[in-house]
């Protein structure tokens, strides 16, 4: 539907918001790109010269590094396996019939539209600080020592704070696509004689792999780049270092541009690789 | 006999489902309920549920240790100016990729998208320099562009899969019948889409209001809106619990009840419409 | 006025052409239907004509100047659309409107050509009401009232009627025919269908994958098809066609008998067949009637129809003898010879 007047008019439409998304994304990526193969100390003497791939060697070979890696692999992995497979349950269970079934939603989606720093220092302090905590009531009450959950359990703490924050986006997605499940498809198996447990094996959760692969994949991105909750909570300390916030600190702590730089490029290669995944799935979608 | 089976299911999914959405909004109502409590009361052990003698002392002395108006106010401008800025933006991109698409329209699309995906912390310090070298660190302005410059791809994203619901005959109707371009969008397009708009306002100002990583990394005293306000009870202040649940609630309210009332538009704007 | 020309028009979309160079004239006040299975490129013309579409190459002729280049809203036409495509946000006056706001004209003025289009449509009752409160039929009129107030100098129908159930329909058809008569403005009309083309044109255009397979009144099309194509796609039942020894003897490779022109007897004729499934309308009987011998193509099937009830059912044997001076012949490119 198209005449060669409201092609050009489209063209002129699109312009603002192209350049800008062009500028945003290259102006600084190519500042980035250059920092990195320089030594850029600005409150030591700023820029020094060109050093080559050093900052890249030197980011990858410290002790801080692999550490880091395997920090951010498991709250990634911990927060995508407990959202799924909670969410899958939350959502079927949400999709039965029930009373006030509009109330236990807005219950379970609440925590989403918490910011990451309240919600941070909520549970640090509110639950799990040692001597005021409720966790530390609770443990006392049954007789138990309380535990210094971000300190003698960080990594499961911030996975715990990072899971309760993005189960709703999790489960509102999965109970979205239950529900755009065809019953008619459900009634013929029950008609083929297929019981509740086949029936959610072979008819349910197929129809649900693309939602779950949407869910991993978003969430996979924002998960890669949080930063507030450990910000807030531990800054850094007890094992809790991720990628993004080695970076961080590089830059903004130790003032090592160049450094966290390289890092910067590390991590923007590694959300891209994800992405490249995401936007399959989006694409072949666009098409239908 | 299958009528009493099935009540008595519905008994049981209503009291798992209300037993396991109260326990997801327990740390929201603890923090609300906590807000109201004297500071001995809100560490008491046992803790004390409702039978406690409910006090405002907190919000008031909340108001009184910092300038919470000030960041209130910085919340909604930065909150309110980027996702504005964004619509007027994205409004004509958007209908040019739903009306006129061409061969890259899809490819433009992804394009924008995958802006979204570029880690923050990986262009923080050119970001940071770009600010000093114009001189707007640590301001408003600073912080709607950038905002309105992450959510751009999304509000595009999200008028364009409402767009293209909106049949297409119904512009070449408003063609014929003599409109220009800019009445096609301002008389038909844009009160069919009112819906559309509206959500994608909601979904991308509590983006924008949620934001803490350029929010805590670009401010200090001037524009720090309420994410930053929040983060300085980090501590010593975090250990009197009262006064911080004071302080979380009123940092939260606004955005919990504007994200009650659309909840529905989230799902499609938050998957680019890939789950329907 | 409203005479519409096109000159050598083509239309590609990318490399494909959906319409070869094409050359058709439309006189001022004709009611033309462009007809055709889905995909002929009907719509993609009429879309042409709207200036929805650019033309890939050629041009376009309104009432002697070439309107080529001129946007759908200075060629002083009106499109009802398949969908309706009211606005969904407006009333039905606002609906009516809507075009004459756009071109300025004075509020009174709006005004009396609203109320006039209302009466004349049936409308006045639902004049305040938004077009999800309408049942189709009220619709398609507001759409009509819609185009009616522009006062334009042809109107473009894009298969209007085909969202409407079978009986509403019959009614807009006839309302769409007296609206011609009493406007006596150009209408160009598409559809798929031929009975609304055999019922409502002065002029009937036959397309098939962009060409025009043949252009004339109704009934030139029904005696006298050009080729085999409009002879099968015009009438109803269709025109039975019969290749083989049999067309030989008449000097043709294909001959062609309209299902209304066929005598059938119990007893004797022409050629024998077996009763298939007979349907019976009450003032006509259609029989399918299989076995005849004849190279009818692969579904065997040769159609007749009788004015009146006759009795025959599945498996009778049954006698059909053709009218022979109604009998269409072809050659073998399939083009009519006489």
């Known amino acids: 539907m198209a005449t060669q007047h409201s092609r050009s008019a489209a063209r002129i439409m699109m312009a603002p918001a192209v350049v800008l998304l062009l500028g945003w994304m290259l102006i600084p990526l190519i500042m980035t790109l250059i920092f990195s193969f320089k030594k850029y100390l600005p409150m030591r003497g700023g820029d020094l010269g060109w050093v080559g791939f050093e900052n890249y060697v030197r980011f990858v070979s410290s002790s801080a590094f692999w550490p880091s890696v395997s920090a951010t692999l498991i709250i990634v992995g911990g927060v995508l396996a407990i959202t799924i497979v909670f969410g899958i349950l939350l959502a079927i269970l949400l999709n039965q019939p029930m009373w006030g079934q509009g109330v236990v939603r807005i219950l379970v989606i609440a925590p989403f539209f918490v910011m990451p720093t309240v919600s941070a220092l909520v549970w640090k302090n509110m639950f799990m600080d040692p001597t005021n905590g409720l966790f530390a009531h609770l443990w006392r009450f049954f007789g138990a020592e309380p535990v210094s959950w971000l300190s003698e359990a960080s990594l499961p703490s911030i996975v715990l704070i990072v899971s309760w924050q993005w189960l709703p986006f999790a489960t509102l997605i999965l109970l979205t696509a239950i529900q755009s499940l065809d019953s008619e498809q459900l009634e013929a198996a029950e008609m083929d004689g297929a019981p509740p447990l086949k029936r959610f094996a072979f008819i349910t959760l197929p129809h649900l792999s693309r939602a779950v692969t949407i869910v991993l994949l978003i969430q996979t991105i924002f998960l890669l780049a949080i930063f507030a909750e450990i910000f807030v909570t531990t800054g850094g300390a007890f094992g809790t270092r991720t990628l993004t916030y080695l970076i961080f600190q590089r830059v903004l702590e130790s003032q090592n541009i160049g450094l966290g730089s390289a890092g910067g490029v590390y991590a923007i290669i590694l959300a891209n690789i994800v992405a490249i995944f995401l936007m399959r799935i989006v694409g072949k979608n666009l098409d239908a | ?276 | 006025m409203g005479q519409i020309k096109l000159n050598q028009v083509t239309k590609s979309f990318g490399d494909v052409q959906v319409i070869p160079p094409l050359d058709l004239t439309i006189e001022d006040g004709e009611f033309t239907v462009f007809v055709g299975p889905s995909g002929c490129g009907k719509s993609t013309l009429l879309r042409l004509i709207a200036g929805l579409e650019d033309i890939t190459s050629g041009h376009i002729d309104i009432d002697g100047s070439d309107a080529t280049n001129v946007p759908p809203a200075k060629r002083g036409l009106a499109m009802v659309f398949q969908s309706y495509a009211l606005y969904p946000h407006m009333s039905v006056r606002k609906n009516i409107a809507f075009p004459m706001k756009m071109a300025g004209v004075p509020e009174d003025e709006q005004k009396r050509r609203i109320d006039a289009a209302a009466k004349a449509l049936n409308l006045t009752d639902y004049i305040d009401r938004k077009p999800g409160q309408l049942s189709g039929g009220q619709r398609q009129r507001v759409a009509i009232g819609r185009a009616i107030v522009r006062e334009p100098s042809a109107f473009l129908f894009d298969e209007p009627l085909s969202n409407l159930d079978a009986a509403l329909r019959v009614g807009m058809r006839l309302e769409i025919s007296e609206l011609h008569k009493r406007l006596a403005t150009t209408m160009i009309y598409v559809t798929h269908d031929q009975v609304e083309a055999m019922t409502m044109a002065d002029k009937i255009v036959v397309l098939r994958a962009g060409f025009i397979e043949q252009v004339g009144s109704p009934l030139e099309l029904y005696h006298t098809p050009r080729n085999e194509f409009v002879a099968g796609f015009i009438g109803s039942p269709k025109m039975n066609l019969i290749k083989g020894t049999e067309a030989q003897k008449h000097g043709a490779a294909t001959i062609g008998i309209r299902p209304e022109h066929t005598d059938v007897s119990k007893t004797e004729g022409m050629w024998k067949g077996r009763v298939g499934v007979a349907e019976h309308l009450g003032s006509d009987t259609f029989i399918h009637v299989h076995d005849t011998g004849l190279e009818t193509g692969p579904d065997d099937l040769f159609t007749v129809r009788i004015t009146g009830d006759i009795q025959a059912k599945h498996g009778d044997d049954i006698y059909l003898t053709p009218q022979l001076d109604k009998l269409h012949k072809f050659d073998a490119q399939g083009l009519r010879v006489d």
Do not use: H
């Open chain 2, 1 to 276: 006999m299958a009528r009493s089976v099935k009540t008595q299911r519905k008994i049981i999914n209503t009291a798992a489902a209300w037993g396991i959405g109260l326990l997801i909004f327990f740390p929201i109502l603890w923090t609300i309920l906590t807000s109201f409590k004297t500071e001995a009361t809100a560490i008491a052990d046992p803790p004390v549920f409702l039978a406690f003698n409910w006090t405002m002392e907190n919000y008031t002395a909340v108001l009184e240790r910092s300038n919470y108006a000030k960041f209130l106010w910085n919340s909604i401008i930065i909150a309110g100016g980027s996702t504005i800025l964004g619509i007027i933006i994205a409004v004509p991109a958007a209908w040019s990729m739903a009306f006129v698409p061409s061969r890259r329209t899809k490819d433009i699309l992804l394009w924008m998208l995958s802006t979204k995906m570029l880690p923050a912390v990986g262009v923080l310090y050119p970001i940071y320099l770009i600010c000093i070298k114009l001189g707007i660190l640590d301001s408003r302005i600073a912080l709607v562009i950038i905002l309105m410059l992450m959510n751009l791809p999304i509000i595009v994203w999200m008028l364009y899969t409402y767009f293209r619901e909106i049949p297409g005959e119904i512009l070449e109707a408003a063609r014929m019948d003599g409109a220009s371009l800019k009445e096609e969008i301002l008389y038909v397009l844009t009160p069919m889409a009112i819906p559309g708009i509206a959500s994608t306002l909601l979904l991308n100002f509590i983006l924008a209001w949620n934001e803490a990583f350029w929010t805590l990394n670009l401010t200090a005293a001037n524009a720090a809106p309420l994410t930053a306000f929040i983060a300085s009870y980090s501590s010593p202040e975090g250990l009197f619990f009262a006064k911080l649940s004071a302080a979380s609630t009123m940092a939260i309210a606004p955005i919990l009840i504007l994200g009650w009332f659309s909840q529905k538009q989230l799902v499609s704007g938050l998957t680019f419409g890939a789950v329907k």
